[in-house]
């Protein structure tokens, strides 16, 4: 476990707001000099603290459909799992994949460009490795809520700032051209990229990108820009919580309780397997169960059970497709 003091720890929170940002105004934020934070992000690189920097992309508003598949695996070995690893992250489609302890041991999340290529995909993973999968589902992304990285600050987060979340999957899908395409895979996991960069890549001017950018967040296409961070290194787990409800009318109630949580980062809605899905980064282990008791006594009438995975790592962390 690596350690970091509250001025790293605010610098993480501050690039998790907008990693695009410049440095010097973070610099203002958490009361150091702009050469102070560069060297602290430096050595949190270094350090495989901060992954990089990435783009959350609302691709829904681009016409695609996201499908999560879970897999539990039987006869294997870890050499075959990360055979099938490594065959979901050579997908170019595949924008989310996870180890994890739990109901099932993979989580995959794929773009859904068109029907034939995702029935390809899906014959030839049974094909290849369909042997190996004990169960295996499948959701439709309806929708997420993905709040600020609150637990990062221990006790020194701001609870207003929980109001404020970033939501994909909802909205109108609109018409981009061919080189916002290409401004928006260059940025998915390198959200820094100046726009002179990004410019000499694609033929084009910075003050073009620049308006192209701007024109992609008014659109909502572009939702923001964050840090991908190894918070396994920091001592952070993560739980991911399936809850399903007896009382479906008080859904809106229990987000609007849990989301002060500071330890939660995702609210999802799939269709199937559950009614509600948290994600909770903790510190302790013995916070999860905890915050679910919390849960159960606050709303005892409305949660008929939970299910949990524990993420033990993203082996691939994307909002936009390859290629």
């Known amino acids: 476990m690596v350690k970091i003091d509250l001025k790293d720890r605010r610098i993480l929170y501050h690039l ?20 102070s934070v560069v060297c602290r992000i430096n050595r949190l690189k270094e350090e495989g603290i901060i992954k990089n920097f990435y783009t959350v992309i609302d691709v829904y508003k681009l016409g695609y459909i996201l499908m999560r598949f879970h897999y539990k695996y039987q006869y294997t070995t870890p050499e075959i799992e990360k055979e099938i690893i490594d065959y979901f992250i050579k997908d170019k489609y595949s924008v989310l ?19 034939d290529g995702f029935y390809t995909l899906w014959q030839d993973t049974q094909n290849k490795y369909g042997h190996y999968f ?6 439709l992304f309806i929708n997420e809520m993905y709040y600020d990285s609150s637990f990062i600050l221990l006790n020194d987060y701001n609870k207003n700032q929980r109001e404020k979340f970033i939501l994909r999957g909802k909205g109108k899908r609109v018409e981009i051209e061919d080189l916002d395409f290409k401004i928006l895979r260059l940025i998915s996991a390198n959200a820094r990229m100046p726009p002179a960069e ?16 701007k024109k992609l967040q008014e659109l ?9 961070m190894d918070i396994s290194k920091l ?25 002060f949580n ?5 609210i999802d809605t799939y269709t199937g397997e559950a009614d509600l899905e948290l994600e909770f980064y903790f510190e302790n282990m013995d916070q999860f169960p905890k915050t679910m008791q ?30």
């Open 262 to 266: 500071p330890n939660l980062v995702f």
């Open 220 to 228: 909502g296409v572009i939702q923001g820009f964050r840090v991908d």
């Open 198 to 213: 990004i410019a000499d890549k694609l033929n084009s001017s910075s003050a073009t990108i620049r308006h192209r950018m």
């Open 294 to 323: 919390d849960l159960t006594i606050k709303f005892p009438t409305a949660i008929r059970h939970y299910k949990y995975l524990n993420i033990v790592k993203y082996h691939k962390f994307l909002y936009m497709p390859e290629g």
């Open 235 to 259: 001592g952070y787990h993560i739980f991911r919580v399936h809850i399903s409800l007896k009382n479906y009318a008080k859904r809106k109630e229990i987000i609007d309780y849990i989301k």
């Open 97 to 115: 994949i996870a180890s994890a302890h739990g109901m099932f041991n993979l989580k995959v999340i794929r773009i859904i460009k068109d029907m």
């Open 134 to 139: 004990q169960d295996r589902s499948s959701a």
């Open 16 to 35: 998790d707001l907008d990693s695009r940002q410049p440095l010097s105004r973070i610099g203002h934020d958490v009361g150091l000099p702009k050469n």
